[in-house]
């Protein structure tokens, strides 16, 4: 790490890294953000209640890098949370680069992201592109697209082979925290992650609530990193499976209207219901169980918090 003897001359970054039982996967991140070009940074990795030894093997091969550990597992955003709190009232960082334990950066990675996000006070977010590790010039996303029921679409970009065409800086509606920077200044005004979503959406909910004290959300084409996909939970697990239905659900009652939340829920509880379907036809009678589940659980916490009301499903 390439510190300037005058830490005043630039803000001072805190790259974090969570990781539950990913020892195997920290090699290539820690590497990779150890080299980075940017003058004022420090790395810290939350060990989210692992059992494998994450801790050791940190300071024995990167004693360069500060970790911290929850006894127990928190979750992402309860994780994530733990670590923030380190970031900003102990280490007193300006931003954060909240990143995955999967990923391989570019040297250049927190220079790029820090060159938007000081542009403007109410840049709130930024991120880049991220690849797939395994097919390297082939992109994960560039951000995500507003849906006109998801209100939070598919990636922008994805499986495209890179060949310029996301190459301007612009603002997002919604990206994806398999890296993103942010400010004390968002830290201080809206907060850190909602632990109600434990995992899937957070991200979602946080930039949501962002907008509504008007911060941006940024994409800039200088920023690169290459990511190893679902290593710790796995992409089609039954678990993801029961929090993407529930939270996606909790974030539109949380903060669209009753009319948007209707349109959302008839379309939502239709697509799950298909792809619970098909799980079963694979015998993945999980999944197909959580898809619908998660759905009445999130019925079941607006309920219970007051939050929903008949106009939510008919017309009043």
């Known amino acids: 790490m390439n ?6 001359q630039s803000p001072k970054v805190i790259v974090l890294i969570l ?23 420090e790395i810290v990795v939350v060990d989210n209640g692992s059992s494998d030894g994450t801790v050791s093997y940190v300071n024995k ?9 929850l006894e127990q597992n928190r979750g ?21 680069l909240i990143t995955n334990n999967d990923v391989k950066v570019d040297e250049n990675v927190i220079s790029a992201l820090m060159e938007v996000a ?8 930024v991120t880049g592109k991220a690849y797939y590790f395994d097919h390297p010039d082939t992109l994960q996303s560039v951000g995500k697209y507003e849906d006109m029921i998801r209100w939070n679409g598919d990636h922008i970009g994805s499986k495209e082979k890179d060949e310029g065409q996301y190459d301007e800086i612009t603002e997002r509606h919604f990206i994806d925290d398999i890296f993103m920077l942010t400010s004390r200044k968002v830290y201080d005004e809206v907060g850190d992650y909602n632990t109600l979503f434990f995992f899937s959406a957070e991200e979602y909910d946080w930039q949501a609530r962002a907008k509504k004290a008007d911060y941006k959300i940024m994409y800039t084409p200088k920023a690169k990193i290459w990511h190893k996909e679902s290593m710790t939970i796995g992409k089609q697990s039954a678990f993801k499976a ?3 239905a529930r939270n996606t659900m909790l974030v539109i009652l949380l ?28 015998l993945k009678f999980k999944a197909a169980w959580n898809k619908i589940s998660g759905i009445f659980s999130a019925l079941w916490w607006g309920l219970r918090h007051q939050k929903l009301t008949i106009k939510h499903f008919i017309p009043v």
């Not at 990781?19 to 820690?30: A, H, M, R, T």
């Not at 091969?61 to 550990?69: A, E, H, K, L, M």
């Not at 992402?76 to 954060?96: E, T």
């Open 76 to 96: 992402y955003s309860g994780g994530f949370n733990f670590g923030l709190h380190y970031a900003y009232r102990q280490k007193n960082a300006d931003y954060v």
């Open 255 to 282: 903060h669209q209207t009753a009319d948007y939340f209707r349109r959302f829920f008839w379309h939502q509880l239709k697509r799950k219901t298909r792809s619970a379907l098909i799980s079963c036809k694979q």
């Open 242 to 244: 029961f929090y993407d």
């Open 3 to 8: 510190m300037k003897s005058n830490m005043y």
């Open 118 to 125: 000081v542009s403007d006070p109410m840049v709130g977010f």
């Open 61 to 69: 091969n990167f004693p360069q890098v500060d970790i911290i550990r």
């Open 19 to 41: 990781s539950y039982n990913g020892k195997d996967l920290l090699e290539d991140s820690l590497s990779s953000y150890s080299q980075n070009t940017y003058d004022n940074f």
